[in-house]
């Protein structure tokens, strides 16, 4: 008797549009608050996308290979995984590569891709600084900000009318963004973090410092400590990264609500090791960016 009715589509698009702007609001100051923001994506297409551009990264940028290193690393990252909130059950292919960069940088892309930059490591006072570093970038990762912001650009540039037409059948929206010319350029907006992106991110790196038993004030004391000491070395990250302000009162005030003070962990002789084989390595090539 009815065909499927545009103005019905509107009408549920409409509806659909107003509940996903709703989480978008939730990036306030309160605890414990790790909601994301709307995203088109699945979990799982955060790791095709996240995989792609890694695979992309592999290729251009330099990364130290040495096998202490990279067993060192990953062991830390994954560790740290296993305290990041807002998972759902769901396996991240947590993966963690070092790039041969005296820049002071890391970046996390969609699905569990984080790289951390050779300079990163070395300006680290301990290992709870650089686990500092990569449970913010996890915190990237669990809070989706890569593909929320790709959801938002959609979301401002899409035709409504194929946006209506692909909420609920996303097996095809990557191939959508293509054609549309939203490209998964890892230099484009998966690297780029707002204000509050950065405040969740730190209050999950804090969150996951806390839980896994590492000193939960160490990220945001090593963020203070190289803006400060090394202001050429970090632009690319306070890029990236823009610091949200206040974030040494912000994380004061979340630590005494994550539980009492714990003797918590600040370095190991594996870290040490780590920092030592790093400094003693070949300077970096020559126009080493983090990216
Ligand atoms: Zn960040």
């Not at 609001?25 to 297409?45: D, I, L, T, V």
């Not at 292919?93 to 070092?98: A, L, S």
């Not at 038993?213 to 004391?221: C, H, L, R, T």
Request: aromatic share 12%.
């Amino acid at each position: 008797m009815t065909r499927a009715c545009p103005r019905l589509r509107k009408l549920v698009f409409g509806i659909a549009l107003t509940w996903c702007i709703g989480p978008v609001a939730a990036f306030s100051y309160e605890r414990p608050n790790f909601q994301p923001g709307f995203n088109f994506f699945s979990r799982k297409q955060d790791v095709a996308v996240g995989r792609k551009a890694a695979a992309q990264m592999d290729r251009t940028l330099p990364l130290v290979r040495d096998p202490v290193v990279v067993r060192y690393v990953n062991g830390l990252g994954k560790y740290l995984a296993q305290y990041a909130p807002n998972q759902n059950g769901f396996k991240y292919d947590w993966t963690f590569q070092v790039v041969n960069s005296n820049q002071i940088n890391a970046f996390a892309l969609p699905g569990g891709y984080i790289f951390l930059n050779r300079g990163a490591i070395v300006a680290a006072q301990n290992e709870a600084q650089i686990a500092g570093v990569i449970a913010h970038e996890e915190g990237h990762v669990v809070m989706r900000h890569g593909t929320h912001q790709a959801s938002e650009k959609l979301l401002a540039d899409a035709p409504l009318e194929i946006l209506a037409g692909y909420l609920g059948q996303s097996g095809s929206l990557l191939d959508t963004l293509a054609q549309m010319g939203i490209g998964f350029s890892v230099n484009s907006f998966f690297l780029k973090n707002s204000r509050d992106m950065e405040a969740q991110a730190d209050q999950v790196g804090t969150y996951i410092l806390y839980r896994s038993g590492y000193d939960p004030y160490a990220m945001v004391q090593f963020f203070q400590i190289i803006q400060k000491k090394y202001p050429q070395q970090t632009a690319q990250f306070f890029s990236d990264h823009p610091n949200p302000g206040n974030r040494i009162e912000a994380v004061g005030r979340e630590v005494p609500e994550l539980g009492p003070p714990r003797p918590w962990k600040t370095n190991s002789p594996a870290f040490e090791a780590v920092k030592q084989l790093l400094l003693a390595m070949p300077p970096p090539p020559k126009p080493g960016t983090g990216g």
